[in-house]
């Protein structure tokens, strides 16, 4: 499925330019564009996570710290698992 894109512009910080700029040196972008449009993603997912443990604790208690750092492990793999598939691309 194509999807549209949408033109805007943005007023960022020099370091926050430098750090999209670095994702596309490294080959991790292909440009400016896609680097500034992964982070906001990462961001939106990071935030999606907050809720959703938020919504876990209310209705069942406190995650355990063993229960935490095992699904940061999983999250780090499967993560990596992504990146480096999508690179290879």
């Keep these: 499925m194509l999807r549209m894109k949408e033109r805007v512009t943005i007023s960022i910080e020099p370091e926050a330019l430098e750090a999209a700029r670095a994702e596309v040196a490294s080959g991790r972008a292909p440009n400016v564009s896609v680097a ?14 907050r809720e959703a443990v938020a919504l876990w604790e209310d209705e069942y208690g406190p995650i355990s710290e063993e229960a935490r750092k095992w699904a940061r492990r999983e999250l780090q793999k499967a993560w990596g698992e992504i990146s480096s598939s999508t690179r290879a691309r």
């Design 36 to 49: 500034v449009e992964e982070s906001l993603k990462t961001t939106a997912r990071r935030q999606a996570m």
